[in-house]
């Protein structure tokens, strides 16, 4: 395998990490911030917030006596409360009393609260960020009206104007967002279709192309488009020498290809280039939880033109990030419980250079894109520490069960064992994702 094709051709080794750098610390700002302020709240002292390791680049001591620090490698961080014996929270310091102020002095609701935070943190944030999303970028509004149109090549029958208000589409009913989307599915392709549509007082009836296009608004990660240099804003007008009119005839022929190479004809800004694409196999999560396995190119696309849009409210955005946080988290489970059964790739599983890739990825494709990719990455660490697996926030609740229930904690020499066994489990699964990075399709 030939090392540089793991460099993103938009970017570079360099633009690769430092979008991995910026999200990853964003999301372990706010998941160590979820440790410390409730161990603060519930009485317990940290003598150190750390983002990074190794040495220290900067750090200040508060009026808390809490030591702010920044250190050197930033893959990860760290809060060390007041008599642990490491920043893993793991163990007594001999030296030093277990106060209430301490971690292992402190009551047991106080503990489990203070660990079950930071994947808290790291949900809360998510749901903040695409609720923020979707409040901010809106949503079609009804009735159902042009606000403006994407650039398409030249012969393309388009007789619609900015401000018409559409009514029907080929005779059928189409006046919202709903009806609109519905219809889409039941047309048959055509190079250009009837729009009925309010213009000014006047109802008339125009020509305009098929809705939903082939044009590039969306490239997958790790896909054959992007890996081929496809921009946003590409109209693909042709496969292997067929027309194409509608994405879902595009969609059609690569899932049809079995992974054969198609020759895509693509315009952009006035000029026409080919491109040779080679489909990957995808595993795709469905709403219900299930896989859905295709021959994918990782485009997506859209409609020709950008309806006018509403903006929803604080709650029903919020609303909108907790589902799509859910769906997240029941998208992750499903996919891991099928990698071990089999019934998917173990493919699936990313480690650091793929989610490195998949960072640089969508910070190419704009700052939103970028946001959202932080927000589905943060559900995915919170969900992964509440694994329960010793080293692991999930581990340590697992610990603080069992003291519940026996009245005491675990010994230091089994919470010693189940570290090391915790900690083989985790670098074993690390090094597996990187082999996943280095040697899957």
């Excluded at 706010?30 to 990074?52: K, M, N, Q």
């Excluded at 609720?131 to 029958?157: H, Q």
Aim: with cysteine.
């Amino acid at each position: 395998m030939d090392p540089t094709s793991l460099i993103p051709a938009f970017g570079g080794l360099a633009y690769t990490l430092v979008a991995f750098v910026v999200a990853l610390s964003i999301i372990v700002a706010i998941h160590e911030y979820g440790h410390y302020i409730v161990g603060r709240w519930c009485g317990i002292h940290a003598e150190t917030f750390s983002l990074g390791f190794g040495p220290v680049i900067y750090s200040r001591v508060d009026r808390r006596g809490t030591k702010w620090q920044l250190a050197a490698l930033p893959f990860g961080g760290f809060v060390k409360f007041l008599g642990d014996s490491n920043a893993a929270s793991v163990g007594a310091d001999s030296d030093v009393k277990p106060a209430r102020n301490t971690m292992h002095g402190a009551p047991l609701w106080a503990r489990a609260a203070t660990v079950a935070a930071g994947p808290v943190f790291n949900f809360i944030l998510s749901i903040l960020v695409f609720g923020a999303v979707i409040m901010f970028t809106g949503r079609a509004a009804d009735p159902l009206t042009v606000d403006s149109f994407v650039k398409m090549p030249a012969g393309v029958v388009q007789e619609l104007q900015e401000g018409d208000q559409i009514l029907e589409v080929n005779g059928q009913p189409a006046n919202t967002t709903e009806l609109f989307n519905g219809l889409i599915e039941d047309l048959d392709v055509a190079r250009s279709i009837d729009y009925r549509v309010r213009r000014g007082g006047d109802t008339i009836t125009v020509q305009g192309p098929f809705p939903n296009q082939a044009i590039v608004l969306g490239l997958s990660p790790r896909s054959a488009a992007l890996s081929v240099q496809m921009k946003l804003g590409d109209v693909v007008t042709a496969i292997d020498g067929a027309e194409i009119y509608a994405f879902d005839q595009m969609r059609d022929i690569v899932v049809a290809s079995d992974g054969k190479p198609l020759l895509f004809d693509v315009w952009r800004d006035g000029e026409m280039m080919q491109f040779t694409l080679v489909p990957k196999r995808v595993d795709l999560p469905q709403e219900d939880g299930t896989f859905d396995t295709r021959w994918l190119v990782g485009i997506s696309s859209g409609l020709f033109f950008e309806p006018k849009t509403e903006f929803p409210g604080v709650w029903a955005s919020l609303q909108s990030g907790v589902e799509r946080t859910g769906f997240v988290i029941r998208s992750s489970m499903s996919g891991l419980y099928n990698v071990i059964t089999g019934a998917i790739s173990s493919c699936n599983l990313s480690g650091p250079v793929g989610i490195a890739q998949t960072s640089a990825a969508m910070a190419s494709q704009g700052a939103q894109s970028f946001i959202w990719f932080i927000a589905v990455l943060s559900t995915a660490v919170g969900l992964l520490n509440l694994f329960p697996i010793p080293v692991l926030d999930g581990g340590h609740l697992v610990f603080h069960a069992y003291e519940a229930v026996t009245g005491k904690p675990p010994s230091d020499k089994i919470l010693n064992i189940l570290m090391i066994t915790g900690l083989t489990l985790l670098l074993s699964l690390m090094v597996f994702a990187l082999g996943n990075d280095l040697f899957c399709p």
